[in-house]
Structure formats: structure tokens, C-alpha cells
């Protein structure tokens, strides 16, 4: 687990940025839309007028005495009247002659049918919208065409194109904060049940393999199974590893039974003072051995009761007694005395079997780390709290390992020459633990180390 | 001496210039450093105190003012719109074509009610009516007539009387008179019952108000119609000879406009001579009176609209069928 996970972008951002685009482009459409939407109905709106005047034009020609007389009316103009003053601008053509207007106003190129004509043209410097059409009169003697062209600048419609323009972008840039707003409360509510995920996983226990089983969108829904299968197997493949060394210790104990005692009894035969050395040696060796093999077995066995806790009433003294009582025997062998201070009674519900062997596993150590001579002292009081104190004379906690001590196979720098597995204390913790009681390693001022369980 | 010294500028100046003026003179305030050209159709008279008044405001400017026909200023103008820096007309329609097709420059800065001003080019500056004007004398046994019919009525009922005694602008060469004559046309039928009634008694033709109203006060003519009601109420004011009436059966209202050469070389003083005439007909003057009719438009009052449709009778087809059917009412 040393290499760091590499970080690359961010769902939430991610999908922030597609829905924000995406509301900028729909807005920038939309604009565009509109306004090309609105041109065409003020255009429409221009056109209509235009062809009105223009008809009005048309429908004033007349052939009086072989001459064409164009008489409109006042209001063919008038009409053309805007709010921002638009000029007008017409031509009155007779077969392709001028015969009135505006001369250098350019006619429509496609003049086949009777239809009119709009067209948006460049004249005298700005832009002009024009409206042709013609009529056919039939004289005395000849047909003439009539054509009429009609043309207005753009000013009003211009100023009612700019202002529907910035109504829209107004209302495109309210539409886009909104959309704003919104996609960061859409990601938020998206990307919630991923971080409760994230957060679960981490206020687990390191113990806790158990799988998930809150109720998660469809889309997590594989990973969360992928997760729990890959706990599932994980776990099993703990408890086969762990079963496998309780089988493996127990079957390594007995034969080193059987060799120990065949170790006494030839020591008892032997004379020869190297070979009693060598005998000795062997039987230590043995005995570490045996040791192991149980703590191995002590250890798998309380990683099995601490998951199936068998609580009762437990009387904390009677146990300690009990128990000092039965080390005594070995305190003797190497001049140690275990003194007991019982300053309160401490009753509490747990696993008779697994705190006995918590302690004594604590007091083993404290066997083996003191000094021949030494005092070890077993304390019981419920001041400030329930606690159980043992002190020993020995050496004392290395101060740079306090901290990782109480991990599996840790053992001290200053363990050199002295029999253990290193698991004494992580049976210790793990009891604790199951118990919701607390370890603590301290050195005593005076030198010797200090265990503390606190209830 | 400056008079001299004008004198003589102007005669050098008219040497050079074949157009024929009804008027021209030269105002200065010291040291002139400026020059502005006006180009008009307003009477110098009526026109002098608002110069003189621009004048004490504002001094070292010297201002040309140009008289000429309505018709005449506009061909004059066309012709060389770089000569002048502000056009002063009574013919609202060739002030508003002149607008239309370019010549007028736009000013955005000046404030002025939207019914008396064009594509903020054209400025209105008063407002006049059309009036039929009388000699006193000729109606003194009868009942002054109020409107079109009345006047129909009382022509009709003394021919030999009123026989060569009309008078009424030649629309063939007064671009004023054509602005009236073609406004009551488009109004109302009554105007070519009119002008048949004046043509079969003989009526004498005018090119302006002025010579109108001297042949009116001197008794050579009885009626005149369609004339300048500011002018004539000017001379009101001095003789007792004539009364001036305003139609009740459609009052045509005419507003004297101004515009700004778009190829002026002098826009900021030009601007600022605008706002000055603006300002000067739109005030309210407690002492005194205006030269000019001001700019109050009366409770019902209605002009002569600036509108693209005062382009109509400027039609050449248009115009040509005007003409014609002027001529044979009036000429016969």
C-alpha cells in the first residue's frame, strides 16, 4: 500500500462542466435562434408596409390621354412613417425608363413574374429594404410595363432588432446562472451516496470485513459488489491463513513435548558437563519453541472468540488470584515475587477465558523482562477509573517502540536473549479491544514497565 | 467704414456669384475670426434679432445671411451644399427631402419635441398659418367671410367687383405656395372649387407674401389667399388696412424648419447657431415678443406633419398632374 493513487480529474467536476457548457451552447443557440426568429417577424412586419405602399403605387397608374400618369396617394408615403423617421426612396420605371424617383436606385434583377420582390440592398451609404413589382397596362396602341420599387431604410427596425437582442441575452444569462445553480446542486446530490460510500469505508475498523449492505444507486451498485466480494474472499483467506498456523502450531507441540521429555530424561543420564550444556540448550530452545506454538494457538483462538464474544460476570480479583497463584511456581525458579494489591473489587462482563489469558500473557512478560530479585506488582482499583496496573523492575519499554509494541511479531530492541513470539502483547490489545477496554504501555520513573488495562 | 468695407465685400462677392439674391447682408461682432453661412427664405427683418441676439453671446463671429425664394434656395443648395452651413426654409416638404436624400447633417445632441423635427436633422422653429388676408375697405358693406365657402359665396356674389382683384401664389415658382396650395388639395375638395371660383374672375400670381400684401395694402388686390399669416400680421401692426383671417373649415399650419449642411466646414458653430434659433423660438419671453411666430403649439392646433408622405407632391409625375390641373382651374 506504499504507492500513492494517482488523481485524474474529478467526477463532480466533470460533470459540472458538461452541463454548464452544454447550458452556455443551448444558451448561445437559443440567442441566436431567437433573434434570427424576431429579424424575420420585424422584417415581415417592414415587408408588409412596403408592399402595401407599393400596391397603393401601383394601383394609381393610369393612361390618360396616351400618356402614363402615376397620381397616388398622400398616404402611399405616409404609412411609411416611422418612429426613428426612416427615409424612403422610390423608383417609377416605364419600360425600363425612369419617368420618376430616385434614379440611381438600383432596380431588382429578377423581374419575370408579378409577384413582388424584397430584397435588402447597400444604397446611399446604408442599407436599404426594397419592395419591387410591376403591372402590365394595355393602351390604345401598345402594352407598357409599369415598374415600381419602393425602399426604406432600417433604423426603427434595427433599434427593435437591438432591443429584442438584448432582452434575450438578458434572459440567455439568467437562464445560464440558473442552469449554474442548478448543475452544482444536480452534482452534489449525484455525487453524495459515492462520498457516504468513501465514508463508510473509512470509519470502518481494520477488523470489520463485513460486507456493505445500505442501499446504493443502481450505477455503484457493481463496485459495491465488487467491494464485498473482494472483503468476502479476503476475509476467508485470513481466517484460512489463521487457521492454518492454529493447525500447524498444534501440530508442532505435541512432538516438542515428546522431544522435551526425552531431552529431561537423558539429561538425567548424562554426565559429561558438555553434554549436559548441550542437553540444556536444547531443551531452552524447546521450550521457546513450544511457547511459540502455543501463543500461535492462544492467538488464533482469541481472533476467534473475539468475534463470537462469550461474556459473563467476571470477578476481576478472584481471576488475578487465581492466576498469580498459578505463576508462582515459575516466579520462584528465578527468585521473583509477585505481590498483589487489591485497593478495590472490579466486577465486569467479558470473556472469562480471554481476559485470563490477556493477563497472564501481560504478567509472562513481566516474568521474563524482570530481573532475578525483582518485584512484580499487580494493582486493582477503580480510582480515577476501573484499571488494572502491572509494574515490573525491569528494563522498561524501549521509548521508540511504544507505539508499534503492541502490533503482531513486534518485539522490543532490548528482547535480545530472551524467549518469546512477540505476540504476548497483541493478544493483550486485541482482548482489549474486544472488550472496549484500553491498553496502555508506560515506563514506571523508577525504572521497569508499566501495562495498564483500563476497564 | 465697415459699412464700406461690407458694401464692398458684397459686391465682390455677388460678382462672383451668378445667384440672384432677394436679400443678403453680413452681420459681425468684432473681430471676426468665424464665418457661418446661412442660406434662407425668411425676410432679413424677421430674421436679424435672432442673429444679433446669437451675435452678443457669442462674439469675433461674422454671419452671412442669404435670401431667396423657397424654391430657388432649394436648387441653389443642391446644387453646392458646401457653400452653406445652415438652410432656413418655409417649404417644410423640400427641407424634408433635402433630409432624405442626405444633405442634412444629424445632430444628437440637441432636445426638441419629436413632432417638430426629422431624423434629428430637421428642426422646427415656428409655427404659421396660411391665411386669407383682406382689404378692409373692399368688405365694409358685408360680413367678413370665415371660411372657403363663405369666400366662394362672397366671390361669387360680386364678380365685377372682385375682377381681377385676387391674388394668390404661382405654386409654379414658390415652393411655400406649393406646399400650401398641394396641403389643402390632399384636405378637401372645397380648395379646387376655390381656385376654379378665383380663376374664372381673373387672379394676379405672386411669387411671394411680401409683394402679395403691398398690392393688398395699396388696394390693387382685395383678397389674397394662402398668405403667410406672420408676415401679414407684421403688417398689421402698422396699418389698419387689412384683416387676416384663418379659415375655420381647415386651418393649414406650416412650420418654418432649419437643418445643418452635411458638408459643413463649421458644424460645432452651426450646432451652436441651431440650438441658439431653437432655444430663441422655443422660450417664453416676458418683455418683448418674438420676430418670428415661436414654437407653441395652441390646444388643437395642428401643422402640416413631418413625415417621408411631404415627399408625394414632390413627385415629378405628381407635381406635373398638380400643375396641370392648377393651371386649368386658375389660368383660363
Request: glycine fraction near 4%.
Amino acid at each position: 500500500m506504499t504507492n500513492k493513487l494517482q488523481v485524474s480529474g474529478s467526477l463532480r467536476n466533470r460533470l459540472m462542466f458538461t452541463l454548464i457548457s452544454g447550458a452556455a451552447v443551448l444558451g448561445i443557440v437559443l440567442f441566436f435562434i431567437v433573434r434570427g426568429y424576431a429579424a424575420q417577424i420585424a422584417q415581415n412586419g417592414q415587408d408588409d408596409i412596403l408592399e402595401a405602399s407599393l400596391s397603393s403605387i401601383l394601383d394609381a397608374v393610369v393612361i390618360q390621354d396616351g400618356f402614363v400618369e402615376v397620381d397616388f396617394p398622400y398616404a402611399s408615403l405616409s404609412m411609411l412613417d416611422t418612429e426613428l423617421d426612416d427615409r424612403v426612396f422610390y423608383s417609377i420605371y416605364n419600360d425600363g425608363i425612369l419617368i420618376s424617383g430616385y434614379e440611381d436606385l438600383p432596380q431588382t434583377e429578377k423581374n419575370n413574374t408579378d409577384t413582388n420582390t424584397f430584397t435588402t440592398i447597400k444604397y446611399k451609404n446604408t442599407n436599404v429594404r426594397m419592395a419591387s413589382a410591376k403591372r402590365t397596362l394595355i393602351g390604345e396602341k401598345e402594352r407598357i410595363t409599369i415598374s415600381v420599387s419602393i425602399a426604406q431604410t432600417q433604423d426603427a427596425l434595427s433599434r427593435t432588432l437591438n432591443r429584442i437582442s438584448k432582452n434575450v441575452a438578458l434572459f440567455g444569462s439568467g437562464f445560464f446562472i440558473l442552469v449554474t445553480l442548478l448543475s452544482y446542486w444536480a452534482t452534489a446530490s449525484t455525487i453524495s451516496p459515492l462520498m457516504r460510500l468513501a465514508t463508510s469505508v473509512t470509519k470502518r475498523g481494520p477488523q470489520d470485513l463485513s460486507p456493505f449492505e445500505k442501499k446504493v444507486p443502481s450505477e455503484m451498485y457493481p463496485l459495491v459488489t465488487s467491494l464485498n466480494k473482494l472483503m468476502t474472499r479476503l476475509d476467508l483467506s485470513l481466517k484460512q491463513s489463521e487457521d492454518f498456523i492454529a493447525e500447524a502450531a498444534h501440530r508442532v507441540r505435541t512432538p516438542l513435548a515428546t522431544v522435551r521429555s526425552y531431552a529431561d530424561a537423558t539429561l538425567q543420564r548424562v554426565s559429561k558437563r558438555e553434554n549436559r550444556d548441550a542437553l540444556r540448550s536444547m531443551v531452552r530452545a524447546i521450550d521457546e519453541a513450544s511457547r511459540a506454538a502455543s501463543q500461535l494457538l492462544d492467538h488464533a483462538m482469541i481472533t476467534f472468540r473475539t468475534d463470537n464474544l462469550q461474556k459473563e460476570l467476571i470477578n476481576l480479583n478472584a481471576l488475578i488470584q487465581n492466576l498469580i497463584d498459578n505463576l508462582e511456581p515459575i516466579a520462584e525458579m528465578k527468585d521473583i515475587k509477585l505481590k498483589l494489591i487489591q485497593k478495590d473489587k472490579i466486577e465486569l462482563s467479558g470473556d472469562f477465558i480471554l481476559i485470563q489469558n490477556a493477563i497472564r500473557n501481560i504478567i509472562d512478560n513481566a516474568l521474563k523482562y524482570s530481573p532475578d530479585d525483582g518485584v512484580i506488582t499487580v494493582t486493582i482499583a477503580t480510582n480515577p477509573e476501573p484499571h488494572l496496573k502491572i509494574q515490573d523492575q525491569g528494563p522498561g519499554f524501549p521509548p521508540e517502540d511504544l507505539d508499534n509494541l503492541k502490533s503482531r511479531f513486534k518485539r522490543g530492541q532490548n528482547s535480545n536473549g530472551i524467549v518469546g513470539s512477540g505476540l504476548g502483547l497483541t493478544i493483550a490489545q486485541d482482548v482489549a479491544n474486544a472488550h472496549e477496554a484500553k491498553l496502555t504501555l508506560s515506563n514506571h520513573e523508577k525504572g521497569g514497565a508499566c501495562v495498564t488495562l483500563l476497564f | 467704414m465697415r459699412n464700406f468695407i461690407i458694401l464692398i465685400f458684397i459686391l465682390i462677392t455677388s460678382s462672383l456669384n451668378a445667384n440672384e439674391w432677394e436679400d443678403r447682408q453680413v452681420f459681425s461682432s468684432g473681430e471676426s475670426t468665424q464665418s457661418l453661412k446661412i442660406l434662407s427664405s425668411t425676410d432679413t427683418t424677421f430674421f436679424a434679432p435672432i442673429i444679433k441676439s446669437f451675435l452678443e453671446k457669442n462674439p469675433n463671429i461674422k454671419i452671412e445671411y442669404f435670401v431667396t425664394g423657397t424654391a430657388s434656395l432649394d436648387e441653389i443648395f443642391r446644387k453646392s451644399p458646401e457653400q452653406y452651413d445652415l438652410i432656413i426654409s418655409s417649404a417644410m416638404d423640400l427641407q424634408l427631402k433635402l433630409v432624405n436624400d442626405g444633405y442634412a447633417k444629424k445632430i444628437n445632441e440637441i432636445e426638441h419635441p419629436s413632432w417638430a423635427k426629422w431624423r434629428q436633422s430637421l428642426f422646427a422653429f415656428t409655427i404659421e398659418p396660411a391665411a386669407i388676408v383682406l382689404n378692409k375697405k373692399a368688405f365694409k358693406n358685408t360680413i367678413i367671410p370665415k371660411t372657403r365657402q363663405d369666400l366662394i359665396k362672397e366671390l361669387r356674389s360680386r364678380p365685377t367687383f372682385f375682377k381681377n382683384k385676387i391674388g394668390t401664389y404661382d405654386v409654379r415658382k414658390s415652393g411655400l405656395g406649393y406646399l400650401f396650395a398641394t396641403q389643402d388639395a390632399r384636405t378637401s375638395e372645397t380648395f379646387w372649387r376655390l381656385m376654379e371660383v378665383m380663376g374664372g374672375l381673373g387672379t394676379k400670381l405672386y411669387c411671394c407674401s411680401g409683394d402679395m400684401i403691398d398690392d393688398l395694402v395699396s388696394g390693387k388686390i382685395a383678397v389674397a389667399y394662402n398668405v403667410l399669416g406672420s408676415y401679414a400680421e407684421a403688417r398689421q401692426q402698422k396699418l389698419d388696412e387689412i384683416e387676416i383671417i384663418l379659415p375655420a373649415d381647415f386651418p393649414t399650419n406650416m412650420m418654418r424648419t432649419a437643418l445643418v449642411s452635411n458638408l459643413t466646414s463649421r458644424l460645432r458653430l452651426s450646432e451652436r447657431f441651431m440650438q441658439h434659433l431653437l432655444e430663441n423660438q422655443t422660450e417664453k419671453k416676458v418683455n418683448g415678443t418674438h420676430s418670428l411666430p415661436p414654437l407653441f403649439l395652441k390646444p388643437g392646433q395642428q401643422t402640416i406633419i413631418l413625415e417621408p408622405a411631404l415627399m408625394t407632391y414632390l413627385d415629378k409625375l405628381k407635381r406635373k398632374t398638380f400643375i396641370k390641373e392648377w393651371e386649368r382651374a386658375i389660368i383660363q
